[in-house]
Each structure stands twice: as C-alpha cells, then as structure tokens.
C-alpha cells in the first residue's frame, strides 16, 4: 500500500506512535499541530494527498472523564471531533480507521462480538460510544474495538514493571477479565484488513490467548521479568475502589470475541508471546 497518501492523527499516542513506525512515509500529526476538536482546523486543513485517515486520537483517561472538565473534553475529542472527521472524509472521499474499546459495554455478555448494543457504564465509555454510531454513518470505515493497549507509553506493564522495581508486591484486581492488545497487534490488524480490502465495519481486535485477570497478568509480568520473590495479591474491582471518589465504572467482562477479524484470515498473535517480547525490550 502507498503508505504516503495515510494521515495518522494522535500520532504522539501509543497507537500513533507505532503507527508512525509501521508507516514511516505516511503524514502525521499530534494535538500541537491538529487539534481535531477545532472544527474550522479540520474542516480547513488540506486532505487533498490523503486516501486514509488513521484516527489515534483520543481522550483515554477513564477517570479524568467522570470530572467536569473531562466529561467536556471527552465527549469533545471522542464524538464531537470524530463527527468533524466523519465530514471531512465525505467531503474528500477518504476512508476512516478508527478506535473503539470494551467500555462502551457494561461487561455482562460474554464474549463481546461486533453487533452487541451498546450499554456504557462511564462517560468515557459513553463518549467512544457515540464517536462509533458517528463513524459508522460513514460507509468507507473501519473500526476496530480493543481493550487494555499496551505500546510505547503510560500503561499498565510498565506500571507493575515501576512497582516491581521498587520492591513492591502489589495487590491488583481479580475480576476484571480480559486479553492484553500491545500496539504492534493493533497496526498488524489495521495493516491486514486495508491490504486485504476486508468488508467494511467493525473488527474486534486483541491480542490471543487466555483471557485472564489484571491479577493473572501481573503474575505473567513478574515472571517473564524475573521478580519470583514478588507476590500478587487478589482483590475485587469493587473492595480495590471502596472508599475512592471520582473513580468510573468499569466492565468487568472485556473478553472479544475475535472470529470476525480471524475469518478474514488475519492471525491472531498470543498475548504471552508478545508480552515477553515486550518486556526483553525494556530490559535493553
Ligand atoms: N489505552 C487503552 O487501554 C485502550 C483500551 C481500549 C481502547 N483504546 C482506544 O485506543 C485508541 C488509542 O489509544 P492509546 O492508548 O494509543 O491513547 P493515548 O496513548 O492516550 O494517545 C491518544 C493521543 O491522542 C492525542 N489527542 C488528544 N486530544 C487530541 C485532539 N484534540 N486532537 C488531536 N490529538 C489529540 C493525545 O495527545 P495528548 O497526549 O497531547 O493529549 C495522544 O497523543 C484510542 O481510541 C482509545 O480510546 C485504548
């Protein structure tokens, strides 16, 4: 593909950035240079060398959302400027590839597939939520759902890896059950579904292998980096955020059901794979 005529949005974010990798002749830009919640800066901006959008933007805090100030920014960067880009794509006949997560479910079907309702617990997931039904008003999109993304930047591996470092053997939730994403799964299957010219729509995409709890996980981090003489507590979603304020709802089912993506004949990576090559990386 002639990564020349992509555009990467958000392209400082974990996504953008490996983006930026994977397709280093494509155009990019970060909020500095486009703020996609400017509607004139979209709309005015020159999309004539541009066949696809790659939107990696977002507004990912989960919990800064439930504040006054995020309720605002997220419903701004996560549905009122996709609709921006929904427009601008009309205009200029470009195809959109978008992001979705798990959160716009409330975790109670098991496994989550492509044409579940949406039933959103928290304000961030009601505003990707609504970034979707925008997208999906365009015919030449695709969206693709994922949960707990893991890339170059702040997530929750190197968070445990911070932890472990200092000493420290913490205790992490046990009931919220899913598959790690990393980054490079995430531009494998974006790269996979625009080569193959897969029928438009929405893919769910994580990473393979076991579905499993944060607790699970952290025990798989500990291991592949060395700490044995570190435990992992248990502990439920609800006992962990008792007594906290300002903090969102979160499903507690994140498990994607992965057979839409696999029948277009993209194979799905192992999430403990990639996880260990993940963590060699670190340590260099
Ligand atoms: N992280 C997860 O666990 C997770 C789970 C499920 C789905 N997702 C989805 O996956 C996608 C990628 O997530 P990620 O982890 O790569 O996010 P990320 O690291 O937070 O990156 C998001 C990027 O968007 C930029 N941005 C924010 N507001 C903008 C605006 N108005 N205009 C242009 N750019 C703007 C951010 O810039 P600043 O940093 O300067 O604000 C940042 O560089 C998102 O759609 C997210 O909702 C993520």
Not at 47 to 65: F, H, K, P, Q, R
Not at 141 to 150: A, E, F, G, K, Q
Not at 191 to 218: M, Q, R
Request: with cysteine.
């Amino acid at each position: 593909m002639d990564d020349s005529k992509f555009f990467i949005i958000g392209a400082n974010g974990q996504l953008g950035t490996a983006l930026r990798e994977k397709y280093p002749n494509a155009r990019f830009a970060d909020v500095g240079q486009l703020d996609i919640t400017n509607r004139e800066s979209v709309e005015n901006f020159d999309w004539s060398e541009t066949d696809i959008i790659l939107n990696a933007a977002a507004y990912t805090n989960v919990d800064g959302a439930e504040t006054d100030e995020g309720r605002k920014a997220a419903w701004k960067v996560n549905a009122t400027a996709v609709s921006y880009l929904v427009s601008a794509c009309l205009e200029h006949n470009m195809t959109l590839v978008h992001i979705s997560s798990d959160y716009v479910f409330d975790g109670t079907v098991d496994p989550h597939t492509e044409d579940e309702d949406f039933t959103p617990l928290s304000i961030y997931g009601q505003s990707k939520a609504a970034g979707d039904i925008a997208v999906g008003t365009l015919q030449s999109h695709y969206i693709l759902r994922t949960t707990w993304v893991i890339g170059e930047g702040k997530n929750f591996v190197r968070t445990m890896l911070g932890l472990a470092e200092k000493g420290v053997s913490p205790t992490v939730v046990s009931d919220q059950i899913g598959r790690l994403t990393f980054t490079s799964e995430l531009v494998r299957a974006i790269d996979h579904l625009l080569t193959t010219a897969a029928p438009f729509g929405t893919y769910n995409v994580t990473n393979s292998g076991e579905n499993v709890s944060w607790a699970e996980i952290t025990r798989q981090i500990f291991a592949d980096a060395g700490y044995d003489s570190l435990t992992v507590g248990d502990i439920s979603t609800a006992e962990y955020f008792a007594g906290k304020s300002g903090i969102a709802p979160r499903p507690l089912c994140s498990k994607m059901d992965l057979s839409k993506l696999q029948a277009t004949g993209f194979k799905s990576h192992d999430w403990h794979d990639d996880l260990a090559d993940y963590i060699a990386r670190q340590e260099q």
